[in-house]
């Protein structure tokens, strides 16, 4: 069959992701087959798959060149950067539990990325089934560095110093280095038992045999089963620890502040709703989401939706909120619009940039948001709407005027150099780019909602 | 000159033949050191639960 390869699986030959048609193919090679001839008849791949951990495989073709596999789809791609504390704590210990249920059954993950983990139907899910490989007693844990800079310093980091830190995962591709995470924590944090063993201390280790050969006694290498299952078991305790501070940041507390009264409120939902379901999305990303409360008018109707915003606590909020639910149907992620995720990893293609993933989503909601990019953020209406343009075909866009409070707010403390910021002027930038379909005032309130299509 | 292939050699002999990641000498040291540690804490633990259970199956008698 014609394969093209995935641009971000390099790094293991033997078992290598294409894409085919518009399927996801893993082709299994070497030990890559015997690996898994083993996590099936182990009993790992069915335990896994029935509790929901690991995204289920489906045998596609076994040949001379290896055997096929195809997964299935994951419709949202997130990653550790864009993702909550908790979203991200529950990924560490997806992986932690893993690596326990393999070691039972002699079997061991031969890498601990956190690119191994998505979200799928609102819960943390294994999607690198090649990570699986036999487990020799006495070998240490292979994947434990990778560990420990992917998920533990990052989640150290958020819970001790700042919740935006995850945001290092960005610059360093294979997690933050253990030293800069370590020099980073407050003392008394370096020192608690489980930080100390599994960063501190690690980290000196790391730098002291840094040089090979300079330390040239043979030191003890191996491992019992039991002390590396303890290890994971520490792990697992020293993740569990780590929690958010209480943080009060600028839209934590969004909709006890804002202008709406209920009313205005109820008849901004009904538009939205009416205007958004006319498009018939089948996936919805909503830019400014705050805590969902508009992304959840359709997702509670099955339809596949992100929830995007620049503020961790409301992502937090958010993701807290899905797992609550067991909402299958919405994912929240974190965005900077103003600065949106690009692509990283080697030549900028292993992660993809928000706006490649942006080509899933055919209807975007930009509710009450405008202001904050046009005036906070000196954006040009018409850059915003050549912007939205690239993202999607249907746009929701509430335009809110500056005798808005809110606006006024914004432009109490600045000079207003925004001639063109009025309703007559919104229409015109957004018309270069999108035909405008419907048009409403929000009843109860000064803004007015628009429905538009792509030209 | 010796004494470092030695070294070399015995750090060859502990990867297994198909990782391709680098876990750095260092990390897999301190998996011995902590792994005493933890493992000792862990069996307890698993031992503890372990007695826990017992007495109470003895008790339902």
């Keep these: 069959m014609q394969l093209n390869s995935h ?16 399927k996801l193919i893993r082709k299994l090679s070497g030990n890559g087959i015997k690996s898994y001839k083993m996590l099936r008849e182990s009993g ?14 489906h045998e596609v073709e076994e040949s001379s060149e290896g055997l096929f596999l195809s997964p299935d789809l994951i419709e949202n791609i997130s990653y550790p950067y864009e993702w909550s504390f908790s979203a991200l704590k529950d990924a560490a210990l997806l992986t932690l539990d893993l690596q326990f249920n393999a070691l039972k059954r002699g079997m061991t993950l031969k890498d601990a990325t956190a690119y191994n ?82 960063l501190t201390l690690h980290s000196k280790m790391q730098k002291n045999y840094a040089d090979l050969g300079e330390k040239t006694e043979s030191k003890k290498r191996s491992i019992s089963k039991n002390n590396l299952l303890g290890i994971i078991d520490s792990l697992k305790s020293t993740v569990n620890s780590l929690s958010l501070k209480n943080v009060d940041t600028e839209w934590g507390d969004y909709y006890n502040n804002t202008n ?82 690009p692509g990283i990893g080697f030549q900028n293609t292993e992660r993809d940039s928000f706006e490649t993933r942006a080509q899933r989503c055919d209807l975007i909601l930009s509710l009450a948001l405008i202001h904050h990019l046009a005036i906070s953020n000196n954006l040009p209406l018409d850059r915003v709407a050549e912007y939205f343009s690239k993202l999607s075909e249907n746009l929701i866009i509430e335009f809110v005027p500056k005798s808005d409070s809110q606006v006024k707010i914004l ?29 409403e005032n929000v009843k109860g309130s000064e803004r007015t909602l628009f429905l538009m299509k792509k030209k | 000159m010796q004494l470092v292939i030695i070294s070399l050699l015995s750090f060859l002999s502990i990867e297994s033949a198909h990782a391709y990641l680098d876990p750095g000498t260092g990390s897999m040291i301190i998996q011995a050191v902590i792994g005493a540690v933890a493992g000792a804490l862990f069996f307890i633990k698993t031992y503890w639960a372990n007695i826990k259970a017992f007495f109470a199956n003895r008790k339902k008698k």
């Excluded at chain 1, 641009?7 to 518009?22: L, M, T, V, W, Y």
């Excluded at chain 1, 139907?121 to 020799?136: A, H, T, V, W």
């Excluded at chain 1, 007559?424 to 930038?429: P, R, S, V």
């Design chain 1, 117 to 198: 983990v998505q979200f799928y139907k609102g819960k943390p899910c294994f999607i690198d089934l090649s990570s699986f490989e036999e487990y020799n007693e006495g070998e240490p844990w292979i994947a434990y560095k990778q560990f420990c800079q992917h998920f533990l310093a990052p989640l150290a980091l958020m819970s001790k110093v700042n919740i935006n830190l995850n945001a290092l995962a960005k610059n360093y591709i294979d997690g933050i280095p253990l030293d800069l995470a370590v020099s980073m924590l407050p003392t008394l944090s370096r020192y608690r038992p489980g930080l100390y063993m599994h």
């Design chain 1, 411 to 439: 432009l109490s403390s600045r000079k207003d150099i925004f001639p063109n910021y009025t309703l007559d002027g919104f229409k015109e930038a957004f018309s270069q780019y999108f035909e405008i379909v419907k048009e």
């Design chain 1, 7 to 22: 641009p971000a699986s390099f790094r293991d030959p033997e078992g290598q992701i294409f894409f085919h048609q518009n």
């Design chain 1, 260 to 341: 709406y009264n209920d009313e205005s409120f109820e008849n901004k939902k009904k538009l939205v709703e009416s205007f958004g379901l006319s498009v018939e999305p089948s996936t919805v990303w909503d830019l400014g989401a705050n805590r969902g409360v508009f992304t959840r008018i359709f997702s509670d109707k099955g339809i596949n939706s992100v929830a995007w915003d620049i503020d961790p606590v409301a992502v937090e909020r958010n993701y807290n909120q899905i797992k609550k639910e067991n909402n299958e149907n919405l994912t929240a992620a974190l965005i900077d619009l103003t600065n949106p995720t």
């Design chain 1, 44 to 57: 790992l791949y069915e335990e896994l798959i029935s509790d929901k951990k690991l995204i289920p495989h």
